[in-house]
């Protein structure tokens, strides 16, 4: 089974960077037509789609950011990152990695999800 884990520096002061990893294990990141995602949660607030980074390397981020938020991979660590420059604390949440799979329809789908990881942003 494809396992993800997030891991990073923990608290992050505003204007700083945040930077997270995720290891992916029991599958490849360059398998064909799959999909490498950073989604974040908010207190209190839904999901947010950051972006994500293709089996091909090729990337997207959401252009709701007003930056942009470069994601990046090694593949002999089988690990893609994130990173987001001059964050602010409303960008505390809950950051997750997840990836998106060929689906029956012919379509992707979301397939693995990692636990999580809590980054505050404060002082």
């Known amino acids: 089974q494809v396992q993800l884990q997030e891991s990073g520096p923990g608290l992050v002061k505003p204007s700083q960077t945040l930077s997270l990893t995720c290891t992916v294990s029991g599958g490849s990141i360059t398998t064909n037509y799959y999909y490498w995602n950073w989604i974040r949660q908010p207190p209190g607030k839904g999901l947010e789609w950051i972006g994500n980074i293709g089996y091909s390397g090729s990337t997207n981020y959401s252009p709701s950011l007003k930056s942009r938020t470069p994601t990046s991979r090694d593949t002999s660590k089988n690990q893609f990152t994130l990173q987001r420059n001059s964050v602010t604390p409303e960008e505390t949440a809950v950051y997750y990695c997840?990836?998106?799979?060929?689906?029956?329809?012919?379509?992707?789908?979301?397939?693995?999800w990692g636990q999580g990881t809590q980054v505050p942003v404060s002082s």
């Open positions: 997840a990836s998106q799979a060929p689906s029956s329809d012919g379509y992707h789908s979301w397939r693995y």
